[in-house]
T-cell receptor, first 118, second 109 residues
Framework: DAGVIQSPRHEVTEMGQEVTLRCKPISGHDYLFWYRQTMMRGLELLIYFNNNVPIDDSGMPEDRFSAKMPNASFSTLKIQPSEPRDSAVYFC????????????????FGEGSRLTVL | GQQLNQSPQSMFIQEGEDVSMNCTSSSIFNTWLWYKQDPGEGPVLLIALYKAGELTSNGRLTAQFGITRKDSFLNISASIPSDVGIYFCAGLDFNKFYFGSGTKLNVKP
């Protein structure tokens, strides 16, 4: 079975450009999470979806960030306009269970999208 | 948000040695988790702990959920080169995971 698939793996862009990161969760997983990883702040939750509906977006840094999940097999994280401080590795993760479930720890992460904004 | 203090930040050990790392929090968590991240990969779950005092093993890995629910440790016995990576603790508080800053493990053959 394929894991969580993210694209692109690497992106280098210039400040002010729009960036779109993509994620395909594991089939059948109803929960999808977007995380950002930096040296300074570690792994931070940006937003998560349940059944394609955004449940908690309190981690989204600012209005330049937006995320959508148009269907159960696809999600995007968009940054417009991008800034150098957005440089990070962005992870998508999916889960079969809600976070209150005893198996909630089974978050399956993708390989990440490394974003560099010049 | 919640702060998880993970230590040590990094470790350099010889193959065959045992390793211990821990995580503390100022707040209570109902679930503690340990993940490992290999270079260029996403974190992978190693062990999940759901009850205060729980001690759980997964092969050479052993983890415990502290009685106070504010701490957890992970031990790796008889380390091997493939144990190299970054180990993260994570606490689950209601609907969010909070991750520690990671312990980078280096194993010399």
């Amino acid at each position: 079975d394929a894991g969580v698939i993210q694209s692109p793996r690497h992106e280098v862009t210039e400040m002010g450009q729009e960036v779109t990161l993509r994620c395909k969760p594991i089939s059948g997983h109803d929960y999808l999470f977007w995380y950002r990883q930096t040296m300074m702040r570690g792994l931070e939750l940006l937003i998560y979806f349940n059944n394609n509906v955004p449940i908690d977006d309190s981690g989204m840094p600012e209005d330049r960030f937006s995320a959508k999940m148009p269907n159960a097999s696809f999600s995007t994280l968009k940054i417009q306009p991008s800034e150098p401080r957005d440089s990070a590795v962005y992870f998508c993760a999916s889960s079969l269970y809600p976070l209150s479930h005893s198996d909630a720890g089974e978050l399956f992460f993708g390989e990440g999208s490394r974003l560099t904004v010049l | 948000g919640q702060q998880l203090n993970q230590s040590p930040q990094s470790m350099f050990i010889q193959e065959g040695e045992d390793v211990s790392m821990n995580c503390t929090s100022s707040s209570i968590f109902n679930t503690w988790l340990w993940y490992k991240q290999d270079p260029g990969e996403g974190p992978v779950l190693l062990i999940a702990l759901y009850k205060a005092g729980e001690l759980t093993s997964n092969g050479r890995l052993t983890a415990q959920f502290g009685i106070t629910r504010k701490d957890s440790f992970l031990n790796i016995s008889a380390s091997i080169p493939s144990d190299v990576g970054i180990y993260f603790c994570a606490g689950l508080d209601f609907n969010k995971f909070y991750f520690g800053s990671g312990t980078k493990l280096n194993v010399k053959p």
